[in-house]
């Protein structure tokens, strides 16, 4: 609301339409009103919720969509999916992706701080989810896009190497650069795959079973930062600590207000929001006490380096 107030005496003949909830009955209902007349685009203004909303309902109309995005909590401002809650789920639907996106670096940097940080660990995941890409093409022969993997893995370097922080407008333009990388490596795939792992179907799953205990990048990067100890990198490991810690992004299950019984409950649970995936979490297949166990080891780990 505070923003369509912001935007409306500047847009003309435009019409502005506010949505909540990023639901599947709010995209709906926003193609209902798209309906109503012809309109050339659209237009969507805002935080991802908000952009998935637009983008699928652009795409239900065959309307090419702008998105604005005020807030850089994930890939989702330029990536051909949408995560939209249906019956209290969030599910994921392909949609076109935006045909150009809009980041004001000054509207996101005086936004909520938490929220923009997330951003950082869904691109910081991305190296989980190539590393799980690449095993699947070793085990399976499931088949690698190397642009697809190339645009995803360049925003990750960028980002976990930058010495900056929210503050400062080169740090936070990376930041926009790596989630729109991400989001045109899942277009050019078809997948996304560049984007998505066992990082992620640990988020899917805490999202299932927890609902609401952190946003989509916090449990990505914390999803990311396990799958990466369990499939043995230090090097990556430690790197994505040092990340994620400095600019306060959870690392341990308690800094997203779950025990590690319910984190191990999690990722037990996490192939089964991904069933046709093969991550490292797939080829471990580890029974709840082995997750107990590495879950210990990786929380010694995260001390040893953290101090």
């Not at 989980?128 to 697809?148: F, I, N, Q, T, Y």
């Not at 369990?230 to 207000?257: I, N, W």
Request: hydrophobic content about 45%; proline content about 5%.
């Amino acid at each position: 609301e505070r923003i369509a107030e912001l935007i409306r005496p500047t847009l003309g003949s435009a019409d502005v339409f506010t949505v909540a909830g990023g639901t599947l009955q709010a995209a709906d209902d926003l193609e209902g009103k798209l309906r109503a007349r012809s309109y050339d685009a659209v237009v969507g203004i805002g935080g991802g919720k908000t952009i998935d909303v637009a983008k699928y309902s652009a795409t239900r109309r065959g309307l090419p969509m702008v998105s604005v995005a005020t807030s850089l909590a994930n890939d989702g401002i330029a990536s051909p999916v949408a995560s939209l809650i249906t019956d209290g789920l969030k599910g994921s639907y392909g949609v076109h992706i935006p045909i150009a996106v809009i980041v004001d670096l000054d509207f996101v940097e005086s936004g909520p701080e938490r929220h923009n940080r997330a951003g950082i660990g869904d691109v910081v995941s991305n190296i989980s989810a190539l590393a799980d890409w690449e095993l699947a093409r070793v085990v399976r022969g499931e088949p690698v896009d190397g642009l697809a993997a190339s645009l995803a893995r360049a925003g990750a370097e960028a980002l976990i190497n930058h010495p900056g922080d929210m503050g400062d407008d080169a740090f936070v333009t990376v930041l926009a650069e790596a989630l729109i990388s991400s989001g045109l490596a899942m277009a050019i795939s078809g997948t996304s795959r560049p984007s998505s792992g066992g990082c992620h179907e640990i988020m899917h799953a805490v999202d299932a079973l927890f609902p609401g205990t952190a946003s989509h990048g916090e449990l990505a990067g914390l999803g990311a930062l396990f799958c990466t100890w369990l499939r043995g990198d230090t090097y990556r490991f430690d790197q994505m600590v040092s990340c994620l810690a400095r600019h306060k992004l959870p690392v341990t299950p308690a800094e997203v207000g779950l025990t590690d019984d319910q984190f191990v409950d999690a990722v037990i649970f996490a192939p089964r929001t991904r069933p046709d995936r093969y991550t490292i979490l797939e080829h471990l297949a580890l029974s709840p006490s082995d997750v107990r166990a590495r879950l210990a080891d990786y929380a010694g780990a995260i001390h040893d380096h953290l101090g």
